[in-house]
């Protein structure tokens, strides 16, 4: 009798028990469903930036408050993706993941941190004025190809436990949208949005969000996320909470690469003067 498994044919329906013949919702995890999450946020995070920047732009209907708020709406669904980013590893390692998780981690993180705030600053460049949007157009594709290249090598290269190599995607792409709403002149804008992109493919090491720096990474979401309400509503100080916000933003995203190149130069002069020590 022909043995159908080692043949590559389909398996006979009572053998049951292998993993692999198991519904595709039933192979999903707990950490999975916050990976899709993390997508949907992407995609409506796109959907507000079209209905509601691009196509009042175009048209030239928009109020300037419904824009402001589906502006507003479309980074808050970006900062929610990088929530949900952020929890599903912590419940990965706590409870289980799939073994489709680090490919669905993937193409999440491609639309909610490459896709979404790559067309927030097409559309940016678009409303800026028509001679500038072939730069921003540009400077999109930049953004795009570098979280490509991120995700890519992520899955490639193996790193020492704790950190990562290049910015995290997240923290890019809420780099890039905040250098966008501080509304700098274009070209110091244009520069910025490409260097955060080479930060990305960079070799520079950033610490994982665990423990502590996990809690402290929600609470500057969170408080992001409130600010960008504030000027949302137009609440009072709402301007200036948002700029506040997106100064803080890009500052850090400068520092740590700063922290981290003095951190190796330390450790090399350590480790020569070490060896000098070995040597005498």
């Known amino acids: 009798m022909i043995d159908r498994k080692s043949q590559g ?14 519904p595709l919702s039933l192979r999903l995890s707990i950490a999975d469903a916050l990976t899709l999450a993390n997508a949907t946020c992407g995609f409506l995070a796109v959907y507000f930036t079209t209905s509601g920047v691009l196509i009042p732009h175009l048209t030239g209907t928009g109020d300037v ?14 900062l929610l993706a990088s929530i949900f980013d952020l929890f ?3 419940v990965a390692r706590k409870l289980r993941s799939s073994p489709m998780g680090a490919e669905l981690d993937n193409l999440s993180d491609l639309i909610s941190f490459g896709l979404a ?19 921003s ?16 090598r992520f899955s490639c290269v193996s790193m020492p436990d704790g950190v990562f190599q ?7 792409a809420l780099t890039v949208v905040s250098i966008v709403l501080l509304e700098l002149p274009f070209v110091p804008t244009l520069l910025a949005i490409v260097g955060v992109a080479w930060l990305m493919v960079s070799r520079v090491e950033y610490p994982k969000p665990r423990g502590p720096l996990a809690g402290a990474m929600l609470a500057w979401i969170t408080l992001c996320m409130g600010m960008l309400t504030a000027w949302a509503f137009d609440a009072p100080g709402g301007e200036l909470m948002l700029q506040t916000a ?35």
């Open 137 to 152: 157009a540009l400077a999109a594709i930049v953004v795009l190809l570098a979280v490509i290249l991120r995700l890519a």
């Open 65 to 78: 408050g419904v824009v402001r708020n589906n502006a507003a709406t479309a980074v808050l669904l970006m």
């Open 88 to 90: 599903d590893g912590l």
């Open 9 to 22: 044919t389909w398996a006979p329906e009572d053998e049951t028990d292998d993993d692999d013949d198991m």
């Open 246 to 280: 997106c100064s803080m933003q890009v500052v850090l995203a400068a520092v740590i690469p700063l922290f981290a190149t003095a951190r190796r130069v330390y450790a090399f002069r350590e480790d020569r003067r070490e060896a000098r020590a070995a040597a005498q």
């Open 166 to 172: 290049g910015m995290p995607c997240p923290f890019g």
């Open 117 to 135: 705030p790559a067309y927030f600053v097409l559309v940016w460049g678009m409303v800026v004025g028509d001679i500038h949007e072939p730069l």
